[in-house]
């Protein structure tokens, strides 16, 4: 099995494949930019090409250390020591602004991570949409009889991200309209199999819509235009979506959100001319976007940010109601969280679909009883498409993600699979994420901007023999919003591997439901007694 090994061991090869991985299903990948505007894989091609280098050198009971996306040293550790360590755009609290943030990037002494781009973790649109479904499907039980058909979501941005909308939509059964600016991203999605259609104008795109609600037809359909435009256009015809929500890079308005009346080239233009006036008209620009959205909610559709930090954009920009849309975690996912269920993955290291079809059979047959998951699998492998090195997601909760890990690892010993599998989760999870404005709003105990979760759950990822374990904060936009934890752990099908994925996974979730636990969640205390977790109340 170790044929075709570049490195010294599958754990030093998996971080290496998982790197390419990011990179060849990115955004950008000639500019190292992998999803959310600017999040990038690496800080330069120097230093990426340094990271490619040590990965292939770097011996058992070494730990390569990377300070934003640049790799600064190895150093003698011990073989249950993690392969590499990160911390990615931590700046201190009083200099975490946007501004400093552009500065220092000008000058090459760092880069944003995102979540997943600088750890190496992202795979593609499929990452985050069976989040995106399960807030689509929370919102059909709440508010509409547990059934999307005949529905009308409204949303923007096709992005690495919100390229995963369309797909969610009609899943969840919903007729959905897409707003993107940039006709290369529709037609990438397109091809990606994640869009159905391309409408020519607004009036074809809603007559497409009208119909497939008529025939309570699941339907996608992206649009060409700027979300700042088409939004205030629909709502002024009277056209009531019965869902709205937004998915562009609104966090970043230097290298993201688009400008209304701007033009791709007259974005990349101010970038360099003029970046002060590129902001002022980006953020006037959401003000509008969000205004519509808000005379959405007034006339009745729910309406809710999807993490891009409109609100809180639209906010600087006056918009004094911004915050009465409500945010995704709080409004659906928190449940969840309390729980210790989120957005867990694993990637076939073989590049053989082949490998990721047994692991879901192996789900299907292991967690009958539970809904969230088998209904999940059976939707993604039949109209998921992979992107990259095949991989899944499914929101599995404390204990059942250790069980699948382990016996992933026992089918890779025992020869089932091609290759060893990459264990890893979306940063946001439970314990790992702190951002007042979207992941920790309106905490019960009102510890929104306490950071020392994310801090803590990298250093029990440390202590608990992970791979790869990564603290990122904030970049662009985000700098000064965010800070939260990475983590992957490579099932090679070793003893030593089942000790690395018991322990990890475990923890990592043990902690997210103590975080919330500490916070005075019922449904966590719960799971807390009910999973034997020591949390210390007091
Ligand atoms: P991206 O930069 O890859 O894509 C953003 C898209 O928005 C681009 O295609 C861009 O052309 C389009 N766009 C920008 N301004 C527009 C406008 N005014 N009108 C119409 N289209 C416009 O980013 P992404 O990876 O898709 O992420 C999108 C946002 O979602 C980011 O802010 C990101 O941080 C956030 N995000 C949320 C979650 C979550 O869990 N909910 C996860 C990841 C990312």
Not at 224 to 244: K, Q, S, T, W
Not at 318 to 335: D, H, M, N, S, Y
Not at 505 to 515: H, P, V, Y
Request: charged content about 25%.
């Amino acid at each position: 099995m170790s044929a075709g090994l570049r490195c010294k061991g599958w754990r030093q090869e998996a971080l290496l494949r998982m790197l390419e991985n990011v990179l060849a299903v990115g955004e950008n990948p000639k500019d190292l930019v992998v999803y959310a505007a600017f999040g990038k894989a690496a800080r330069n091609w120097p230093a990426h090409d340094a990271i490619v280098r040590t990965l292939m050198e770097l011996e058992d009971g070494e730990t390569m250390i990377v300070q934003s996306g640049k790799p600064i040293g190895v150093i003698r550790t011990h073989v249950h020591a993690p392969v590499v360590i990160m911390a990615n755009c931590n700046v201190v609290g009083q200099w975490a602004t946007a501004e400093n943030f552009y500065a220092l990037e000008k000058k090459g002494l760092i880069c944003w991570g995102g979540l997943t781009a600088g750890d190496w973790q992202y795979i593609g649109s499929q990452g985050v949409i069976q989040g995106t479904y399960e807030i689509f499907s929370r919102i059909a039980e709440r508010h509409f009889d547990n059934d999307l058909r005949g529905r009308f979501v409204l949303t923007a941005g096709l992005g690495g991200m919100g390229g995963a909308q369309p797909l969610a939509g009609r899943l969840a059964g919903a007729a959905i309209l897409v707003i993107e600016a940039d006709p290369a991203r529709i037609e990438r999605r397109i091809e990606d199999r994640y869009l159905q259609h391309r409408a020519a104008s607004l009036d074809d795109a809603l007559a497409r819509i009208r119909d497939a609600q008529a025939r309570k037809e699941p339907c996608s359909v992206g649009l060409e235009g700027n979300a700042a435009d088409v939004y205030p256009e629909i709502l002024r015809r009277g056209i009531i979506p019965d869902v709205v929500s937004d998915q562009t890079s609104a966090h970043d308005l230097i290298y993201g959100y688009i400008p209304s009346g701007y033009s791709l080239a007259d974005v990349r233009r101010l970038r360099e001319d003029d970046p002060a006036k590129l902001m002022r008209d980006g953020l006037a620009s959401i003000g509008k976007h969000v205004t519509a959205m808000l005379g959405f909610m007034d006339r009745g559709s729910v309406v809710f940010d999807n993490g891009n930090l409109i609100r809180t954009q639209a906010k600087k920009a006056g918009v004094e109601r911004a915050f009465e849309i409500q945010i995704f975690t709080e409004a659906f996912l928190r449940p969840l969280f309390c729980r210790g269920i989120g957005p867990f993955r694993w990637v076939a290291l073989s590049n053989d679909p082949e490998d990721i079809r047994k692991i879901d059979d192996f789900v299907l047959e292991r967690f009958p009883d539970n809904r969230i998951v088998t209904n999940w699998i059976a939707l993604a492998r039949e109209h998921v498409p992979f992107q990259g090195l095949p991989a899944r997601i499914a929101w599995l909760g404390h204990g059942d993600r250790t069980a699948l890990a382990v016996a992933v690892n026992e089918m890779v010993r025992d020869g089932k699979l091609a290759a060893p599998v990459a264990f890893t989760r979306d940063h946001l999870d439970a314990g790992a994420m702190t951002h007042p404005n979207i992941m920790t709003e309106n905490l019960k105990d009102g510890s929104d901007a306490i950071s020392d979760w994310p801090l803590l759950n990298a250093m029990m990822h440390c202590s608990s023999m992970a791979d790869l374990v990564a603290i990122h904060s904030g970049g662009g936009g985000y700098s000064g919003y965010m800070t939260s934890a990475g983590v992957t752990v490579v099932a090679d099908g070793t003893e030593t591997a089942r000790q690395r994925l018991t322990l990890s996974m475990t923890n990592d979730t043990s902690l997210g439901i103590m975080r919330y636990a500490d916070a005075g969640y019922p449904d966590a205390l719960d799971e807390a007694r009910r999973s034997a977790i020591r949390h210390i109340p007091l």
